[in-house]
T-cell receptor, first 116, second 112 residues
């Protein structure tokens, strides 16, 4: 079945460590996105990529980094510079920049990151 | 002012009730509109797109008023399984591509 796979589901990190969250999709989508969700808040965009080897900062990119070396993969690194990394991280993909604009985003089932 | 605003709720309604959610957006260049549903501790899932002419999918009706920059979702004959958070989502086409902005969500609790 086509879909988006995020791993791990739960991740614990010590302060001062970098961690990388995996996101893989087999939907053949061009665009991929990373969001962060905190309790009582909406999803906030961290980074997004419309095409391989290109990505753009979202609204809260500080303390995060990404790469897009392959179409199906968009890993997110939470660096030690991110001061409050505990959150629910969601990866999404969509067909991409096209026509009518009604292509929705499809989400992975998320990674919960906690700081020890 | 937030780009997308929703009443956070919770809306506590009895089973069988009709409930309406509203959402306003601030960017007049917004192109596309969606309602997503998010269950507790799960990922958001697309419920329906919102078209200018209004659209219906079973018990769910979505409407868009571009002049007032206002989106609504109506749920008729609500079921216990409708309990979730409903996210209003607006898409804008930017130089860097499509950007979705999410509201904070409205929580619905359907009770017996």
């Amino acid at each position: 079945d086509g879909g988006i796979t995020q791993s791990p589901k739960y991740l614990f990190r010590k302060e001062g460590q970098n961690v990388t969250l995996s996101c893989e999709q087999n939907l053949n989508h061009d665009a991929m996105y990373w969001y962060r969700q905190d309790p009582g808040q909406g999803l906030r965009l961290i980074y997004y990529s419309q095409i391989v080897n290109d990505f753009q900062k979202g609204d809260i990119a500080e303390g995060y980094s990404v790469s897009r070396e392959k179409k199906e993969s968009f890993p997110l690194t939470v660096t030690s510079a991110q001061k409050n990394p505990t959150a629910f991280y969601l990866c999404a993909s969509s067909i991409g920049l096209a026509g009518t604009g009604y292509q929705p985003q499809h989400f992975g089932d998320g990674t919960r990151l906690s700081i020890l | 002012r937030k780009e997308v605003e929703q009443d956070p709720g919770p809306f506590n309604v009895p089973e069988g009730a009709t409930v309406a959610f509203n959402c306003t957006y601030s960017n007049s260049a917004s192109q596309s509109f969606f309602w997503y549903r998010q269950d507790c501790r799960k990922e958001p899932k697309l419920l329906m797109s919102v078209y200018s002419s209004g659209n219906e999918d079973g018990r769910f009706t979505a409407q868009l008023n571009r002049a007032s920059q206002y989106i609504s979702l109506l749920i008729r004959d609500s079921k216990l399984s409708d309990s979730a958070t409903y996210l209003c989502v607006v898409k804008i086409l930017t130089g860097g591509g499509n950007k979705l902005t999410f509201g904070t969500g409205t929580q619905l609790k359907v009770e017996l």
